[in-house]
């Protein structure tokens, strides 16, 4: 097992590496994040990965931020906490203080905003491998409720407009009453 100071400058400079190129939001992070910690240092098992983003989106605040918490203290504690959040936050928090300076002439600037444009395309493509790949390990879970009530969160948005927050709640109260459901199982 490496040292909690390799594992704290690992992960600071996977972190701020990640959080220095990634365009696009959140999303993208969360599949780059799975390919550092889970494919290459194999820090983290592939389901709960799943789980830690989970809690990362059920959270309050930007996902990039969240997971970095998550994966930081699952790694090292708080020590792991305070490491991820200074390396996510360090490298916007720079970009965007530059372009706040500068921001007349990129808003102006044909080459930026082409730029931007080809990004939003990329971002597009990566957010939909987030999407498959979350897919794919609740499928592989064959879990029928879980694939059910995935289904029906994604009808729940996309054609009936519901509001996002409310399907979090409602998804999460259902996990909890499965969860009292199974504990009652297995006392039986």
């Known amino acids: 097992m490496q040292s909690k100071k390799t594992i704290l400058i690992k992960l600071f400079i996977s972190t701020l590496y990640l959080s220095a190129f990634t365009f696009g939001g959140g999303y993208v992070i969360v599949t780059l994040m799975k390919k550092k910690f889970v494919d290459q240092y194999h820090?983290?098992?592939?389901?709960?990965?799943?789980?830690?983003?989970?809690?990362?989106?059920?959270?309050?605040g930007a996902i990039a931020v969240n997971g970095a918490i998550v994966?930081?203290?699952?790694?090292?504690?708080?020590?792991?906490?305070?490491?991820?959040?200074?390396?996510?936050?360090?490298?916007?928090?720079?970009v965007i203080s530059l372009?706040?300076?500068?921001?007349?002439?990129?808003r102006d600037n044909l080459l930026v905003s082409r730029m931007l444009e080809?990004?939003?395309?990329g971002v597009g493509a990566?957010?939909?491998?987030?999407?498959?790949?979350?897919?794919?390990?609740?499928i592989k879970g064959k879990d029928p409720?879980?694939?059910?009530?995935?289904?029906?969160?994604?009808?729940?948005?996309?054609?009936?407009?519901?509001?996002?927050i409310d399907i979090v709640i409602?998804?999460?109260?259902?996990?909890?009453?499965?969860?009292?459901?199974?504990?009652?199982?297995?006392?039986?």
């Open 43 to 60: 820090w983290i098992e592939e389901e709960e990965m799943l789980d830690l983003i989970a809690i990362a989106q059920s959270s309050p």
């Open 145 to 164: 409720a879980s694939v059910f009530l995935m289904i029906g969160a994604f009808l729940a948005s996309c054609i009936l407009k519901i509001n996002v």
């Open 126 to 138: 990566v957010i939909a491998s987030v999407v498959y790949e979350m897919f794919r390990g609740i």
């Open 71 to 94: 994966v930081g203290y699952k790694l090292a504690g708080i020590a792991g906490v305070i490491t991820a959040i200074i390396a996510t936050i360090l490298p916007p928090f720079l």
């Open 170 to 188: 409602v998804c999460g109260l259902i996990g909890l009453f499965r969860a009292r459901m199974d504990r009652k199982e297995t006392k039986k």
């Open 118 to 121: 080809g990004m939003q395309a």
């Open 99 to 106: 372009i706040s300076v500068f921001y007349q002439a990129f």
